[in-house]
């Protein structure tokens, strides 16, 4: 289930995080704690399986028009309400019931909402799988893990 509130995310492995700011795409809103993926004019919005996006990573803050902290935005045209994405590390994260398996450990995983990843098949098709990086651990409930934001494993997962 796709986020609707700003979102706390747990994370680790914070020296190798690295961040940048980026517009939110025109009439999209994201929340902090969402996971994020670029447009193809660079621009950022809520993560989903879609054709035509990048992984981008997690939104950490998000900037007004002002350059002033907020939570939840939509981006304008102007390009003017930003949010600062990071990656390079790991975030705790929902796992859609296909992908429940520690089988998958290691195995790069695809977006399946702003809040979840999930496996080869249930992402869709291959037009509109978006890898967005290796799951690192997972619960003993197989329910939630650690997902190493774009860093990817040798294989996906299935």
């Known amino acids: 289930m796709a986020l609707s509130a700003d979102f706390t995310r747990p994370s680790r492995g914070l020296n190798n995080k690295r961040t940048e700011t980026f517009s939110i795409r025109t009439s999209s809103t994201l929340y902090i704690g969402s996971l994020a993926a670029f447009t193809t004019i660079g621009r950022v919005q809520a ?53 429940r398996t520690f089988v998958n450990l290691g195995r790069n995983v695809f977006i399946a909402d702003d809040e979840a990843v999930t496996d080869t098949t249930a992402a869709g098709t291959a037009a509109v799988r978006v890898n967005i990086g290796s799951l690192t651990e997972i619960n003993s409930a197989k329910t939630f893990g650690w997902l190493a934001l774009r860093v990817y494993g040798d294989t996906n997962a299935v």
């Open 47 to 99: 993560a989903a399986a879609a054709t035509n996006l990048r992984p981008a990573g997690v939104v950490e803050e998000i900037y007004n028009e002002s350059g002033a902290l907020i939570s939840a935005a939509t981006g304008n045209a102007a390009g003017t309400v930003r949010a600062r994405i990071a990656w390079g590390h790991e975030v705790f994260v929902a796992i859609r019931t296909a992908a």
